[in-house]
Nanobody
Framework: QAQVEESGGGSVQAGGSLTLSCAAS????????MAWFRQAPGKQREVVAA????????FYSDSVKGRFIIAQDNAKTTINLQKNNLKPDDTAMYYC?????????????????????????GGQGTQVTVSS
């Protein structure tokens, strides 16, 4: 069974950087689509970034474009989310999700942002708090 586990959350001041990691297991890493979502208290879960493993296809929400970088680490079957120039609005619980057969999932990004329902498996989340 596919599993993902997030790590790397913490507290940081505005303008700082943080890197989240999502370790994947139980499925073929190459060809999967993986994504980071976040949810702040009282708000809906929103996509942050996504990647189709083994290709150059990525997606970024407008709110993080230019500040966050999603990348795969094939040696560790992990995806990382490097977060730069953090803002208090980035405070949220961050979740990693995976769709094992990722081709169709990622093709949809040409038309619309990724959504939670596109990904079958998810993690427990890691908290990120950005103070002003």
């Amino acid at each position: 069974q596919a599993q993902v586990e997030e790590s790397g959350g913490g507290s940081v001041q505005a303008g700082g950087s943080l890197t989240l990691s999502c370790a994947a297991s139980g499925f073929s890493f190459n060809g999967a689509s993986m994504a980071w979502f976040r949810q702040a208290p009282g708000k809906q879960r929103e996509v942050v970034a996504a990647i189709y493993i083994g290709s150059a296809r990525t997606f970024y929400s407008d709110s993080v474009k230019g500040r966050f970088i999603i990348a795969q680490d094939n040696a560790k079957t992990t995806i990382n989310l490097q977060k730069n120039n953090l803002k208090p609005d980035d405070t949220a619980m961050y979740y990693c999700a995976v769709q094992v057969d990722g081709m169709g999932t990622s093709a949809a990004w040409n038309c619309r942002p990724p959504k939670s329902a596109d990904f079958r498996y998810g993690g427990q989340g890691t908290q990120v708090t950005v103070s002003s």
